[in-house]
C-alpha cells in the first residue's frame, strides 16, 4: 500500500478503532489468481504482543479452496472517507479524497474447529450483544452450530506487515483547511466523520 509520508500513521490506537468500526472488509489472496472477498473480520488481542485477524468465509467460495497455512493474504480496512471539492479552496488545484484506511498484509493460518467456534462466539457475541432480543451461540445449541459450521471456513491472518492511511488534508493551509470541515459537515455521514477525523488533528 503506497502511502505518501504526510498520511503515514504508526497510531496502533487508531488501527484498532479503524478495525473495530469497520470490520466488513476485504480479504485479498493471490493463490493462482487475485481473488477478494468482503467477510467479517476481528482483531484478537488475547496477546498484545502478537495480534492478529481472525476472519471466516463459505467452503464454497473459490477462494477457500486455494488458502492454506502459509498462503500470503491481505485484509484492507476502510474508514471514514468523502470528496473533496477543488471549490473549497481559494485558489486553483485539483479535486481529492480524504480517507482513512488499513491493510494488513500476512501469513494465513487455518483454523481447526475449536478455533473456529470460539471465533463464531465472538463475532455473534459482539453483534448480538447490542440487539434487543440477542441470540448468542449457546442459545442455538452446540449440536447446531457444529452442523453449521461444516459450511465455514476459517482462518487467521499473522500480520507481516501493517499500513495505516489517515490522508486529511493535512497539506493544506489553515484557512483552506477550516473551509474543508465546513463543507463537509454539510455533507453526508461519511463527511462529517472526515470533518470530525480533521478537527481532532487541530487539537
Sequence with gaps: MYIPKLYKSEDLNLMRDMI???AFALLISSEERIRATHSMMILNE???ENIYI???VSKANPQAKTLKNGSDAVCDFLGAHAYISSSWYDHINVSTWNYEAVQIYGKVELMNDDELYRHLDKLTTKYEKPQQCPVMLSD???AFVE???KGAFGIKIIPTEIFIAQKLSQNRK???FRNIITNLEHGDENAKQVAEKM???QK
Design 199 to 201: 478537527r481532532a488533528l
Design 46 to 48: 488475547d496477546d498484545p
Design 20 to 22: 473495530r468500526k469497520n
Design 54 to 56: 481472525e476472519t471466516h
Design 140 to 142: 442455538m445449541g452446540k
Design 147 to 149: 452442523k453449521e459450521m
Design 174 to 176: 489553515e484557512h483552506d
